[in-house]
């Protein structure tokens, strides 16, 4: 089975702090990504990379940078930590699978900056 | 921009009977097509990946494709109150074969 996992469940940070949040998967993908959920706006993504070193931006990627120095990690970091970043951090990654790459979930980090 | 459209909901369906969710994409050379079920507070799980026109059957789900008239649909037999979920179309464009867009869901109801 495909295990992601992430460091937090919930996390609960301050204004103007750095925040990191760490994704790891087991499964050797390629491709990792970093998305946030929040009510009516659905997944958004915020940065994904194909391999180790390489990241390209998403659709939202105004308020955060990404790292990926092993195959396995994508790190998401909040550089100065913002009300309107409190939601639902979501870590996927993808490899190819029967006919196409086949996308899957980590558990969440519920975030709340206060 | 591509984008992949769901009726919001909540469609709300008795227990036992067939649930039938409904996607339609606009990007006509898309290739590979998925349903993801989402339980609240919970992240989106992989339920059904379908590539080829027609319907693809597992257990209790069928994942329908026409791309012609572009659109992908799910259905659900025998309807259990566990399946009770906002479910999630997910699509791959043509010109993109790793970066999925996802739909804002549709949540299901299942009436005991």
């Known amino acids: 089975d495909v295990k992601v996992t992430q460091s937090s469940r919930y996390l609960v940070k301050r204004t103007g702090e750095k925040v990191f949040l760490e994704c790891v998967q087991d499964?050797?993908?390629?491709?990792m990504f970093w998305y946030r959920q929040d009510p009516g706006l659905g997944l958004r993504l915020i940065y994904f990379?194909?391999?180790?070193?390489?990241?390209e931006k998403g659709d939202i990627p105004e308020g955060y940078s990404v790292s990926r120095e092993k195959k396995e990690r994508f790190s998401l970091i909040l550089e100065s930590a913002s009300t309107n970043q409190t939601s639902m951090y979501l870590c996927a990654s993808s490899t190819l699978a029967g006919g196409g790459y086949e996308q899957y979930f980590g558990p969440g980090t519920r975030l709340t900056v206060t | 921009q591509k984008e992949v459209e769901q009726n919001s909901g909540p469609l709300s369906v008795p227990e036992g009977a067939i649930a039938s969710l409904n996607c339609t994409y606009s990007?006509?050379?898309?290739?590979?097509f998925f349903w993801y079920r989402q339980y609240s507070g919970k992240s989106p799980e992989l339920i059904m990946s379908i590539y080829s026109n027609g319907d693809k059957e597992d257990g209790r789900f069928t994942a329908q494709l026409n791309k012609a008239s572009q659109y992908v649909s799910l259905l659900i037999r025998d309807s259990q109150p566990s399946d009770s979920a906002t479910y999630l179309c997910?699509?791959?464009?043509?010109?993109?074969?790793?970066?999925?867009?996802f739909g804002k869901g549709t949540r299901l109801h299942i009436l005991p």
């Open positions: 990007d006509r050379v898309s290739q590979s």
């Open positions: 990379s194909y391999d180790v070193k390489m990241k």
């Open positions: 499964m050797d993908h390629e491709n």
């Open positions: 997910a699509v791959i464009p043509g010109n993109r074969d790793d970066k999925i867009i």
